[in-house]
């Protein structure tokens, strides 16, 4: 019911105040064709911007201040793209006043939600549910008692693997039958955190243990149409950044090594590259093929490649031959992988998507090299495997934009 009142709100002032002020500066304006074919734009983009927020919310990890702005540019944007294209006469102050309340709108309930309403949720103390208490942004009520649920809690967590005694299991179904949500610990862990822990590869840890199928073959086209046109318009940055990796240290602009992606297949990932050339020949192939902190080998221009992510862009060729996507789980060199493999026993099915240059992980976690932070990883992309959608894959566009803004992860 709230958030009906939500949207309601919103379109009704976001419809309403620019009408308003349209009627004041020429009331017959209002009247006219292209401003009711606007106004009924304007609902339908609104309802579409506020139907992906609420999908783009969901996930863990994205505050609501950073999915409104394009949730809503997005909706607004389909929407009189298509009007565009038809060639429809549209009013710009009534579409443009729209969007501009539109975001002032959900802003606003945002900021008083997060002031007034943080998390609330009661713990039923039996089982692997301690662990819960780490989590942050979250207000535990432990329930000491089977009883009354505290108040102003939005549901209940258990553990309902545990051995729990009748007067939990009776309080629980009361829970239920009230239209209280009872969650899984795990469940609740897997949201809170976007993780997904990995305890045996089945249907009841991972969901589908194939990805939609569907998604993927359209994703995959998307990648390339999205590469081509890329590549096209930053070629000639493309060149100057070979030309000034060339002058700075000798050695070839590009960086080869092979990497294991799509279903377990060995390939060849290109990147800038951003390391003195010869200057790892001692270490052993391992080592080389790890990136440390403040790492030495890493060249004065290499270093702002790579906290601007630029040295990533030659990796379109590799989506372009159909190697790798924009997104999915980061390729790791061949002797990583087999080294992960052979500590990690569920470490291979993170090949069940193509690889990409960015993903899930990486905007949560940034580089990795240790196979504890690896195994840590590997929570990571089995939650983007098993929500394998466009819908988280916008989310990490928007976190990735934000991270090559702030170099966040790079070493």
Known sequence: MRLRYQLAGGLLLAIGLPLLARMVLDPRV??????QVTITAAVVAHILGYMIYRRLDSFPGVANFSTILPAFALGYGLVFIAIFFFRLDYS????AGSFLVSILWYFSLSAVSNRLEPNRLAMVPVGDVDRLEVVDNVVWHTLHTPGMIPERVQGVVADLRADLSESWLRFITNCVLSGMPVYHVKQVLESLTGRVEIEHLSENTLGSLNPNQAYIKIKQAI????????LVVVSPLLLIIAV???METPGPALFRQERVGYRGAVFTVYKFRTMRQGSDSALAARDRAITRESDPRITRLGRFLRRTRLDE???LINILRGEMSWIGPRPEAVVLSRWYESELAFYPYR????????????VNQGHVADVDEVHEKLHYDFYYIKNFSPWLDLVIVMRTIHIM???????
Not at 30 to 35: A, P, T, W
Not at 405 to 411: I, M, R
């Open 351 to 362: 090949h069940i998507v193509r690889p990409g240059i960015t993903g899930w992980a990486q």
């Open 30 to 35: 209002v009247y006219s064709i292209n401003h």
């Open 405 to 411: 803004l702030t170099g966040y992860g790079a070493k």
């Open 313 to 315: 862009l030659p990796q």
């Open 223 to 230: 990648d390339w149409l999205a590469a081509l046109a890329v």
């Open 92 to 95: 710009r102050f009534q579409a």
């Open 244 to 246: 000034l990796i060339r």
